[in-house]
């Protein structure tokens, strides 16, 4: 029973709508890193700050997607363990993708420091893109993700 309560908040989750509110998450959350990435030197330095603390949360959390999912495919059997396994990939790629651009030791000068934006305009545009990259990863996750929860008890 508890299983089935999980899958059906699952389920939920792959629908998700954006909130109205002031706070961005999901999707909506890559635009708004992409948009102030690719703002001009002097916009860049006034509207955006905490870039590096973003960038790395992004990094954490994709590394402990991947972990998980890794993991818990291993509970799994037949099309859902491989579709798991697959998803666990894509987080790996994310991840990849990020320290590719900015290895994570470069993410957390702003802690118990200034929170000012550091990275020049060659390394923000090739941030936004690899953003760009990994929000379709992320749509190619939640596809799968919600063929495994549609199909769980099938």
Request: aromatic share 10%.
């Amino acid at each position: 029973m508890e299983v089935g309560i999980s899958v059906n908040i699952g389920k939920r989750n792959c629908n998700f709508e954006q909130s109205p509110s002031h706070y961005k998450y999901g999707y909506d959350a890559y635009d708004v890193l992409i948009a102030g990435f690719e703002m001009d030197d002097e916009q860049y330095q006034k509207q955006c700050t905490n870039d590096q603390y973003h960038i790395g949360s992004l990094q954490d959390a994709r590394r402990a997607a991947y972990l998980f999912l890794d993991k818990s495919a291993d509970y799994l059997a037949g099309n859902n363990k491989a579709k798991l396994k697959k998803s666990a990939n894509l987080y790996k790629m994310m991840l990849d993708n990020m320290i590719n651009i900015i290895p994570y030791e470069k993410t957390s000068s702003v802690f118990n420091r200034s929170s000012k934006p550091v990275w020049n305009m060659e390394l923000r545009r090739d941030l936004a893109n690899t953003l760009r990259v990994n929000k379709e990863l992320e749509r190619q996750v939640q596809t799968i993700v919600k063929e495994i929860l549609d199909n769980w008890d099938k």
